[in-house]
């Protein structure tokens, strides 16, 4: 006879406490990634298990704390305890649900990590949130927390109270030959020579221009970035910000570094700590690496010179995407490349063939310009997969981006290009389930796998964990 209470075939040889042990994180994160980024496809929550709105309290409830703060942990504690609570009073109706055990075990560890008492004060459920006109993180809190309450209080008429989420960010970049990554992730490979719209909305435009690469080739890159933030009532007046090859300046164009009235923000929270102005500039390093910060919309600007093109990296509330009429719909963050303008084939980046030796790629250089990496060269494929191996890891869009770029110009900076983009992607685009992209065909079926096979895997876990504890 197996175990009792064991539901799956195979976790007796996982139940050993060193491999519970070994487990228990990987379980825990499976779980997180099935559920959490598969709702609707997974096993959640019943309509009597509330699991779901008790991880929401509780993640409304941390959502802005930080370890840097003072009351770090008395704060976090308290939350924890208000979770426990949580799953407590619907531990009935979740029997069995997946969901609902791996809240259980993770309310354990971090209790244990934090060395939480299991007993002492919770977290209101529904906070005070301070009202900053001039944030948009506090206008949509304030907004929640009073949409919230006026659907508790006509709960009884509508039958249940409708769910308000958090604001939805989109994320955009640009870097390389150019290469686009749109609000929808869709990665593309663009020629857009001349001046284009990425963004123009009622808050916010930014411009690139884009230059020929290598004479004789449709490749271009950006040699110049405009950023407009427009006029916000009682918050900041115009400010424009342009960078240009050679010129990344840590200041707007009238020489000002911020604008409007002081906000709060927590410490670590966009790189500040305390009060800062609802629009300010900081240079993280001169000359090649520039930040813009506007906190009354919410908004994040990366900006950085490798070689001699620019990269842009943009973090937006979908709200204020969507704010734009008729004459502004040329933008290519939103909508993408126009089809005439696309290199790549629906997806697919085909690699161009390296130059003939006789022929040569002859690169157009400024005076004076010469590559950290020497000069330029003609790169074979497996010699351009070999220099972008070095950087990144994995082979997907970004990976085949900077062969693409290295086999079209031979220059090794692009390969700082696509890394550099890489990982500005990471540090802002807000659904990490949806990092990696692969080229058409690159990628094997089990990275695009859906639930199924994880929720198989979690089950496993989850039964050795349950057997491991008799």
């Not at 206008?139 to 929640?144: E, I, L, V």
């Not at 082979?395 to 220059?411: A, E, K, N």
Request: hydrophobic fraction near 35%; aromatic fraction near 6%.
């Amino acid at each position: 006879m197996g175990r009792a209470g064991c539901c799956c075939r195979g976790a007796e040889r996982l139940a050993s406490p060193s491999l519970v042990r070994r487990f228990r994180p990987l379980l825990l994160l499976v779980i997180a990634l099935c559920c959490g980024a598969h709702v609707g496809q997974c096993q959640v929550a019943t309509p009597q298990c509330r699991i779901q709105k008790c991880t929401t309290d509780f993640v409304s409830l941390t959502f802005h704390l930080t370890p840097a703060v003072d009351g770090f942990h008395t704060d976090f504690c308290k939350a924890l305890r208000a979770y426990a609570a949580c799953t407590q009073r619907t531990a009935k109706s979740c029997r069995g649900n997946l969901v609902f055990h791996s809240a259980v075990l993770g309310i354990s560890d971090l209790m244990s990590q934090r060395n939480c008492s299991r007993d002492g004060p919770t977290s209101s459920t529904h906070p005070e949130v301070p009202h900053e006109p001039c944030s948009y993180h506090s206008r949509t809190q304030h907004a929640h927390a009073h949409a919230h309450a006026h659907a508790h209080a006509h709960a009884h008429a509508q039958g249940h109270a409708r769910e308000h989420s958090r604001p939805v960010y989109l994320f955009c970049g640009l870097f390389g030959d150019p290469h686009l990554r749109t609000f929808k992730d869709s990665f593309q490979t663009c020629k857009v020579e001349g001046a284009w719209p990425l963004i123009d909305n009622d808050y916010l435009s930014v411009q690139v221009t884009n230059v020929p690469v290598v004479t004789g080739s449709s490749a271009t890159a950006t040699n110049k970035i405009t950023i407009i933030f427009k006029p916000y009532e009682g918050c900041t007046e115009q400010r424009v910000y342009q960078a240009v090859t050679d010129d990344l300046p840590a200041a707007f164009d009238d020489g000002t570094v911020s604008s409007g009235d002081p906000i709060h923000v927590s410490a670590g929270a966009e790189g500040a700590t305390g009060k800062v102005r609802a629009l300010w500039i900081s240079e993280r390093s001169p000359g090649r690496h520039v930040e813009l910060h506007a906190g009354y919309i919410g908004v994040t600007v990366i900006v950085r010179q490798l070689g001699r093109y620019l990269t842009l990296a943009v973090r937006i509330p979908e709200e204020l995407s969507q704010a734009y009429d008729a004459t502004q719909d040329l933008q290519l963050c939103l909508n993408g490349c126009p089809g005439g303008e696309r290199i790549d084939r629906a997806g697919h980046l085909p690699l161009p063939p390296p130059a003939p030796p006789a022929l040569g790629l002859q690169l157009q250089r400024r005076p004076g310009f010469s590559s950290p990496h020497g000069a330029t060269q003609l790169f074979s494929v497996e010699g351009a997969k070999e220099r972008c191996r070095e950087q990144l890891d994995v082979q997907d869009i970004y990976f085949h981006s900077c062969v693409f770029d290295l086999l079209t110009t031979g220059d090794a900076n692009f390969t700082a290009a696509a890394y550099s983009a890489q990982k500005d992607m990471e540090s802002l685009h807000p659904h990490r389930e949806r990092w990696r992209i692969y080229p058409r065909g690159a990628a094997s079926s089990s990275l695009h796998s859906d639930c199924p096979p994880i929720r198989r895997l979690a089950l496993l876990l989850l039964c050795a964990l349950g057997g491991a504890s008799k």
